[in-house]
C-alpha cells in the first residue's frame, strides 16, 4: 500500500486579489525530501511556499521571509515563541515576565549552535539582519516537527553561515522544503530542485542532474 504524499497539487492556481501569481500548479512532494524552489524574485516561490504552510499548519516550522521577530523582546523569548502553542497562557505570561530555568536550558544549545549565545538576552531589534535571521532559524528549531518552510532563510548572512545553518536544518528536519536565491547553495542542500517562471512550475529534477549553468534559463527574460 503506497503511502498518501506530503503535498499533492493538481492544477491548482494560486494568488491574491489582482489574480493569480502562479497558474495551474501540479506539485508532489513526499514525507522525507529536501525540495528547494529557485527562480527570478517575482517567479512565484514565496506564493508557493505560503500555500504549503496554509495546508501544513502546525505540522510544518517556518522561517518566514519577513523574519517575524518581536523586535522588543530578547533573542530567547523569540526563540520560546517557536513552543508558545505547547503550553498555556498563564505559563507563557510567567515566562515573559521571568524566563524559566527549564525554558533557558531547553533554548540555550539552540541558540549557541547558532552562534547567537552571547545575544540570549538581546533585545531582537539590537541585532545585526543576520543575527536576525539565525534567530528566526533557532525559533523554527525550538518549535521542531517533521517539516521545515524556509523562504530565502540563509539571504542575510554569509556563505559560511549559511552552509552552517542549511547543514543544522538538513539534520533537524526529516523535510525540508526551500525558496532559496543562491542556486549553488540549492544544489547542494537539497535534493531537489523545482524551478519556477512567469507563473509556472518549469523544471523539478533531481540535483544531483543538475549544475547551477542549467539553472540559468529561469533568471532570464
Given at each position: 500500500?503506497?503511502?498518501?504524499p ?8 494560486l ?9 495551474e500548479v ?14 527570478a524574485?517575482?517567479?512565484?516561490k514565496s506564493t ?6 496554509d ?12 523574519l517575524?521577530?518581536v ?7 523569540n ?13 507563557n505570561?510567567?515566562n515573559l ?7 533557558v ?6 541558540v549557541d549552535?547558532?552562534g547567537?549565545s552571547d ?7 539590537e ?16 518549535q521542531?516537527?517533521d517539516?521545515l518552510l524556509?523562504d530565502e532563510?540563509?539571504?542575510s548572512?554569509d556563505?559560511?553561515q549559511?552552509?552552517?545553518v ?8 526529516p ?5 532559496m ?8 542542500y537539497a535534493?531537489?530542485?523545482i524551478?519556477?517562471?512567469?507563473g509556472a512550475i518549469?523544471?523539478?529534477?533531481p540535483s544531483?542532474?543538475?549544475?547551477p ?7 532570464r527574460p
Open positions: 500500500m503506497t503511502s498518501a506530503l503535498i499533492a497539487l493538481q492544477g491548482v492556481s494568488g491574491y486579489g489582482n489574480g493569480p501569481v502562479l497558474r501540479t506539485l508532489r512532494i513526499e514525507a522525507g525530501e529536501k525540495v528547494a524552489f529557485v527562480g524574485s517575482g517567479a512565484g508557493l511556499l505560503g500555500h504549503l504552510y495546508r501544513l499548519g502546525r505540522r510544518a516550522a517556518l522561517v518566514p521571509q519577513q517575524a521577530l523586535k522588543n523582546l530578547s533573542v530567547f523569548h526563540v520560546y515563541m517557536g513552543r508558545l502553542h505547547h503550553h498555556s497562557p498563564l505559563y505570561l510567567a515576565f521571568l524566563p524559566l530555568a527549564r525554558e536550558r531547553a533554548v540555550g544549545p539552540l549552535r547558532l547567537l545575544k540570549l538576552q538581546t533585545s531582537a531589534g541585532l545585526s539582519g543576520g543575527q536576525q535571521q539565525r534567530t528566526a532559524v533557532a525559533r523554527a528549531l525550538f521542531g516537527g517539516v524556509g532563510p540563509v539571504s548572512v556563505l559560511l549559511a552552509r552552517d542549511l547543514s543544522v536544518l538538513r539534520e533537524a528536519f523535510t525540508l522544503i526551500l525558496a536565491h543562491d542556486v549553488n547553495l540549492a544544489l547542494a535534493d531537489r530542485v524551478g519556477l517562471k512567469e518549469v523544471l523539478d529534477r544531483a542532474e543538475l549544475v549553468s542549467d539553472l540559468d534559463p529561469l533568471y
